[in-house]
Nanobody, 112 residues
């Protein structure tokens, strides 16, 4: 059974930074693409970023490109999202995803 547990969210001021983590279990973490998606209040799911199985090929949505960095540690079965220069419009619940499977999410709120 795929299990994904996100952590690291919180309240941050505009311009600040947060690092999200996702602990994965129940599958071979190193074998597939992993992603981050988010859902802002009252809106649908938005793809944020993905990374290849070996960690060498990241990709980003236009809204976060240049500010967010995705990475993974296959030895620790953990996915990360470093978020810098945060904006109020980044406020959302952030989910770690493998295909259609998602964790419970972690809330990120950007506000002064």
């Amino acid at each position: 059974e795929v299990r994904l547990v996100e952590s690291g969210g919180g309240l941050v001021q505009p311009g600040g930074s947060l690092r999200l983590s996702c602990a994965a279990s129940g599958f071979t973490f190193s074998s597939g693409v992993m992603s981050w998606v988010r859902q802002a209040p009252g809106k649908g799911l938005e793809w944020v970023s993905s990374i290849s199985s070996d960690g060498r090929t990241p990709s980003y949505g236009d809204s976060v490109k240049g500010r967010f960095t995705i990475s993974r540690d296959n030895a620790r079965n953990t996915l990360y999202l470093q978020m810098n220069s945060l904006k109020p419009e980044d406020t959302a619940v952030y989910y770690c995803a493998k295909g259609p499977a998602r964790g419970q999410g972690t809330q990120v709120t950007v506000s002064s």
